[in-house]
T-cell receptor, first 112, second 114 residues
Framework: DAGVIQSPRHEVTEMGQEVTLRCKPISGHDYLFWYRQTMMRGLELLIYFNNNVPIDDSGMPEDRFSAKMPNASFSTLKIQPSEPRDSAVYFC??????????FGDGTRLSIL | AQSVTQLGSHVSVSEGALVLLRCNYSSSVPPYLFWYVQYPNQGLQLLLKYTSAATLVKGINGFEAEFKKSETSFHLTKPSAHMSDAAEYFCAVSEGTSYGKLTFGQGTILTVHP
């Protein structure tokens, strides 16, 4: 079991650029979650999917943020255009029946 | 709506001393409760979970937590701290009948002194 895989691990880009974060959930898990972690706000749920369908996106901060899950083994979180206040660590987690959430190691995003 | 409050953003103990990290929750339905640990530059790792079975839950690395409905608490304890326990700990709650959407507390950073 390779666990939840996120890429890139680190991303530094300039304000206004598009940022794409990627996540591969654990095989067989049917839920996928995107979280953002900052010092000020802690861990926030942004959006989650069940069987590739978005269930709750109420945590997505603005229209600049979008998430997709085109198939059971891949999801993306995009920010366009990016702003310095988007700097944070973004985590992906997946969950299967009868199991708790398993987290990836996160993407540390810095917007200059 | 569900919520979690962790009392104390920083806790410091000596190696070998008792570890006690406090968590209180609010939930409109019977909750599922979790403790996660986060080491630097890593994701969250599950320590233990409460799912309406035994109220005293044992987890990995010698940690345990007790669910007290009357106090709406789910405090995390370990009898003897080890240097490797230094990390940030998060309490989380999930409402309903699934393990789904989690609400996290603000986290408690545990420091262990030699």
């Amino acid at each position: 079991d390779a666990g939840v895989i996120q890429s890139p691990r680190h991303e530094v880009t300039e304000m206004g650029q598009e940022v794409t974060l990627r996540c591969k959930p654990i095989s067989g898990h049917d839920y996928l979650f995107w979280y953002r972690q900052t010092m000020m706000r802690g861990l926030e749920l942004l959006i989650y999917f069940n069987n590739n369908v978005p269930i709750d996106d109420s945590g997505m901060p603005e229209d600049r943020f979008s998430a997709k899950m085109p198939n059971a083994s891949f999801s993306t979180l995009k920010i366009q255009p990016s702003e310095p206040r988007d700097s944070a660590v973004y985590f992906c987690a997946s969950l299967g029946f009868g199991q708790p959430q398993h987290f990836g190691d996160g993407t540390r995003l810095s917007i200059l | 709506a569900q919520s979690v409050t962790q009392l104390g953003s920083h806790v410091s103990v000596s190696e070998g001393a008792l570890v006690l990290l406090r968590c209180n929750y609010s939930s409109s339905v019977p909750p599922y409760l979790f403790w996660y640990v986060q080491y630097p530059n890593q994701g969250l790792q599950l320590l233990l979970k409460y799912t309406s079975a035994a109220t005293l839950v044992k987890g990995i690395n010698g940690f345990e937590a007790e669910f007290k409905k009357s106090e709406t608490s789910f405090h995390l304890t370990k009898p003897s701290a080890h240097m490797s326990d230094a990390a940030e700990y998060f309490c989380a709650v999930s409402e309903g009948t699934s393990y789904g959407k989690l609400t996290f507390g603000q986290g408690t950073i545990l420091t262990v002194h030699p």
